[in-house]
């Protein structure tokens, strides 16, 4: 323990191996029943609720924490593992802040059980995300279309573009609608004026 000593607080609780080698086999068979559907992870994790000191129970407890630590020593060792992380969640937030400016009414929550209501403000919002990233991608090819910015902007620059911002949207101004126009960016204008 002296070896690491800065992670020894988070190393307090062993995994238990013979809780593992002695249940392994009733393991084994419920992770079967799941992966070969004969029956749902709920009905089998409903079945350890009711005794969760189940020694099968257990056993799935401690593997899990064996794959959390060897995931966590992995993350510490690999530095290319912790970017794709990084980089990963960096787009999920942005994303959810996406979301919360498109999806602005009642804090971004859903705020009901019936299942049409959330099935279609789901397929609203997936809309408007597809909408937001279409015009934002042809903003940003509009802009990246000037040889001045092309010249300007590096490798590393051009890896950090994203198609999730939202500064030009404005979800509670005024919105006014020409049927008869299209939006004139780039391509899209020739596109559209052909069609």
């Not at 992670?7 to 002695?22: L, N």
């Not at 992380?85 to 937030?93: H, P, T, Y």
């Not at 099935?119 to 937001?132: F, G, K, N, P, V």
């Not at 940003?140 to 051009?158: C, I």
């Amino acid at each position: 323990m002296a070896r690491y000593a800065n992670p020894a607080p988070a190393m307090t609780w062993p995994v238990r191996w013979d809780i593992i080698a002695a249940n392994y086999d009733q393991v084994v068979k419920y992770a079967t029943a799941i992966r070969t559907r004969t029956a749902s992870t709920e009905a089998i994790l409903s079945r350890f609720t009711r005794t969760a000191s189940h020694p099968a129970y257990q056993a799935m407890l401690e593997i899990g924490r064996a794959a959390r630590t060897t995931f966590v020593a992995r993350y510490l060792y690999d530095r290319d593992l912790q970017r794709k992380i990084e980089e990963g969640l960096n787009v999920v937030e942005a994303w959810n802040r996406t979301n919360s400016v498109i999806c602005y009414g009642r804090g971004g929550e859903i705020s009901t059980n019936r299942r049409d209501k959330v099935e279609m403000t789901t397929l609203c919002l997936r809309i408007l995300q597809a909408l937001l990233v279409m015009v934002n991608v042809l903003m940003l090819q509009d802009v990246l279309a000037d040889p001045e910015w092309a010249a300007l902007l590096t490798p590393v620059d051009r890896r950090g573009l994203t198609p999730l911002f939202w500064l030009h949207v404005l979800p509670h101004g005024e919105v006014r609608l020409d049927l008869s126009a299209r939006l004139g960016i780039g391509s899209f204008a020739t596109l559209g004026a052909g069609a």
